[in-house]
């Protein structure tokens, strides 16, 4: 096979092959070695560009005062402004947070938008905490990075645990400081703020298109394609309503309570329609339900995981039965589990190319607020479909003219990218 295997270094245990961090690094590492970045190089994209951590008062409901830490991490600005997502949950870390700023900015560059990357997070727990202690929190927050974000510095999004309520508070807040309304400082917001059409489907709609791409290559065509689908939220029930609608047999779709099969194909807005009324997609009589981990080996043509990282992994890759992976989520596969996806010859399209369909939405959105001039959802959806087709291109080409795999090439694409950037404009010292 003409695929590298990716030299990946092995973890000596499982709980380093689940790290993102270690993960990002190996990937990293693989990458800048293949294509010969020089130490001083190396050095320079490995570091954040800047971080801040706050310890942020808020007064909670029962009247008790209670500090809260938030981190903000702007890993490049070498492209443009850092651009990436706000997580709140209780296991935030400023390693993960890291190591998530790093991978946004390899994810703007893959798909060639004028970003950084960068990430934030509150070490909270959504779930014991009101609405209102939510905006408090959210708005002390805000205040505290005022001068470290902006439209021409750095544009936070929603991410774990956050959504389009709390950009709008976000936005209210630096609006509040800045003394004029500044629209384009977060995206992910609601469309009669600011937000962008065709920002909901945008992540689902670009696995769609990339995973077009990779029928033609391999001369498959939609109507005799099966496809698994791991999490029916945002992402993956997005992908399976549009990639349903366009022909593709969705023959599977996995949860966290189960899956269900169906061979010639499920009807996947009843299914979505079932999930409202029961609260599960279990028990759905348009299909058979079944064990939710063997789903995932079911002989197809598409696995597109779109729930959650380290799915994939050194103890089960092997397992898998599937032409194409379209990673839908953030991470699903480890670095280990790499190796045997292209011992395997499965056409890989990674996840910084496969899922960068919701930052470039964002990026329109970013746009459009600037031009305050709003694009229809035509306009957003084509213009989406031609990033994301070139970038796949991008991805391919690369991967051809140096031997190596998807994964890889999207990692030397992104590298080369970020690095060109940062020779052209020197170091300022
Ligand atoms: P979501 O919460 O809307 O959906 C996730 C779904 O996965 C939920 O329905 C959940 O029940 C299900 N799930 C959770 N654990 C599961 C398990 N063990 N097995 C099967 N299903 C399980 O989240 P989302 O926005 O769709 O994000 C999914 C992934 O895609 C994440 O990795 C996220 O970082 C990534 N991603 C999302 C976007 C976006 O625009 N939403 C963009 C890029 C990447």
């Known amino acids: 096979m003409k695929h590298m295997l990716l030299e990946a270094t092995m973890p000596s245990t499982l709980a380093d092959e689940f790290n993102p961090r270690l993960s990002a690094e190996a990937r990293f590492d693989t990458a800048a070695a293949r294509l010969g970045l020089d130490d001083g190089m190396q050095k320079v994209l490995r570091s954040p560009s800047r971080e801040v951590i706050v310890h942020i008062p808020v007064l909670l409901d029962d009247g008790r005062l209670e500090v809260f830490t938030g981190y903000r991490v702007q890993h490049s600005v070498a492209r443009g402004p850092a651009k990436g ?156 309503k549009l990639m349903s609608r366009a022909g593709y047999k969705i023959v599977c779709i996995i949860e966290w309570d189960g899956a269900v099969y169906n061979a010639t194909g499920l009807d996947i807005a009843a299914l979505m329609k079932h999930r409202t009324e029961t609260g599960s997609i279990t028990g759905f009589s348009g299909g058979e339900d079944m064990d939710k981990t063997e789903a995932m080996f079911l002989e197809c043509d598409v696995l597109l995981p779109a729930a959650k990282e380290n799915v994939i992994t050194s103890q089960n890759a092997h397992k898998l039965r599937t032409k194409v992976l379209c990673e839908g ?75 190596v795999n998807n994964r890889l090439a999207a990692y030397m694409l992104a590298l080369d990218r970020v690095a060109a950037a940062i020779k052209m404009r020197g170091i300022y010292a």
């Open 85 to 240: 997502g706000i997580r709140y949950a209780p296991d935030v870390t400023h390693d993960e947070v890291r190591a998530l700023a790093a991978w946004m900015t390899w994810k703007c560059a893959v798909v060639n938008i004028p970003f950084g990357g960068g990430k934030g997070g509150v070490i909270c727990d959504p779930g014991v905490l009101s609405p209102s202690e939510l905006e408090r929190i959210t708005r002390r927050y805000t205040a505290e990075i005022f001068e470290f974000i902006g439209p021409d510095k750095d544009v936070p999004a929603p991410d774990m645990n956050t959504n389009e309520q709390t950009m709008a508070w976000i936005m209210d807040t630096y609006s509040m400081h800045a003394r004029q309304t500044v629209s384009a400082v977060v995206t992910g917001k609601p469309i009669n703020l600011g937000g962008s059409r065709g920002r909901a489907e945008a992540t689902g709609r670009g696995c769609m298109i990339v995973t077009d791409q990779a029928l033609r290559r391999l001369g498959l065509e939609r109507s005799s394609t099966r496809v698994v689908i791991q999490g029916f939220g945002n992402v993956g029930g997005m992908a399976a």
């Open 329 to 403: 989520a953030n991470g699903p596969s480890t670095h280990v589990a790499d190796a045997i996806l292209a011992e395997k010859g499965i056409f890989v399209i990674p996840d910084i190319l496969a899922n960068a369909g919701g930052v470039t939405v964002s990026y329109f959105e970013w746009v459009q607020d600037r031009q305050g001039y709003f694009w229809s959802e035509q306009v957003v959806n084509d213009r989406l479909e031609e990033i994301m087709v070139n970038s796949f291109q991008d991805v391919v080409a690369y991967s051809d003219k140096h031997g």
